[in-house]
């Protein structure tokens, strides 16, 4: 299977491996690892007499498409509602260190953007694993969701799921090198791929997916079909329901409080679309079954 060419010095690192085959070293070669390192995004906000910079998050992630990821995150977070919340976004990192210089992103929002960091009950820090790492308590993982899809559509085929996961390992740059990545996909309701991203995080391949359409103007998703590489877990339909996706799928299973989340905002969610398969846990009136 030929997958597109990744951007290899950015996200991908060579390391010397030595092969085994049957408890035998065959030899030295090298393999090539998908790289993660922390993100700490900053915000600039307030008028500008008071202008006031703090930090907000840090998160392992992937480099490449850094402005995507924090727009999507801020979005997400709820923590702001447009794209012209944000006016710029750049790179401040100190230079200790070649690779350290990317890894601080300073986002100015707009005077009109209210932040109040007093009201934030808890510090962002997200691992690449879990997105949600540091949430104090379930309801405040209860977004008030920007957008709701709309009763019943659109309307999707079953045999374009079952045509997704082969659509998605195709387009994965970075699973296709390293074969250590998740990624999140948006297609429309008759199967065509809109976008894909990559991220050793779930929830950060998902966060740089809704930043770039909501920076492109293409929120909300009311249209659309996401697919993600992983499992369904809360916070991922949490961010979904923020940009008025109606159809999720995974190829993982869902836990209990993704479905209830799902079920409360009319979300149409499927699980293990895999090899033929997938389980539809609520919203089965999108899908047209054969």
């Known amino acids: 299977m030929k997958h597109p060419t990744p951007a290899r010095s950015e996200s991908i690192r060579a390391a010397s491996t030595i092969r085994i085959t ?7 070669e090298d393999d090539f690892l998908a790289v993660e390192e922390p993100l700490e995004i900053k915000l600039s906000f307030g008028p500008a007499a008071r202008r006031q910079t703090r930090s907000l998050a840090i998160t392992m992630r992937t480099p490449g498409q850094d402005e995507a990821l924090a727009m999507g995150f801020l979005f997400t977070e709820g923590l702001i509602g447009k794209a012209e919340d944000v006016l710029a976004m750049r790179h401040i990192g100190q230079a200790l260190a070649p690779e350290a210089q990317d890894n601080i992103l300073l986002v100015e929002l707009a005077e009109t953007a209210a932040i109040d960091f007093s009201s934030l009950s808890r510090h962002f820090y997200t691992s690449s694993s879990c997105g949600l790492c540091g949430k104090a308590s379930i309801d405040m993982v209860r977004s008030v969701s920007c957008y709701f899809p709309r009763k019943g559509l659109p309307r999707a085929p079953a045999a374009v799921l079952h045509s997704l996961p082969q659509q998605l390992r195709q387009q994965q740059a ?11 996909a948006a297609f429309t309701a008759d199967g065509v791929l809109l976008g894909l991203c990559e991220d050793v995080g779930r929830h950060n391949a998902l966060d740089k997916l809704i930043g770039k359409a909501l920076a492109g ?9 996401v697919m993600l590489s992983g499992r369904l877990s809360f916070e991922l339909v949490q961010k979904c329901v923020m940009a008025g996706v109606p159809i999720l799928a995974a190829v993982g299973a869902p836990s209990s409080l993704a479905v209830e989340l799902a079920e409360e905002y009319g979300m149409t969610l499927i699980g293990f679309l895999r090899e033929g398969r997938f389980n539809i846990y609520c919203g089965a009136e999108r899908i047209e079954l054969d």
């Open 22 to 28: 049957k408890g035998r070293p065959l030899k030295h």
């Open 174 to 184: 970075l699973f296709g090198e390293t074969g250590g990545i998740h990624a999140a």
């Open 217 to 225: 103007g293409l929120v909300p998703l009311r249209e659309q079909a």
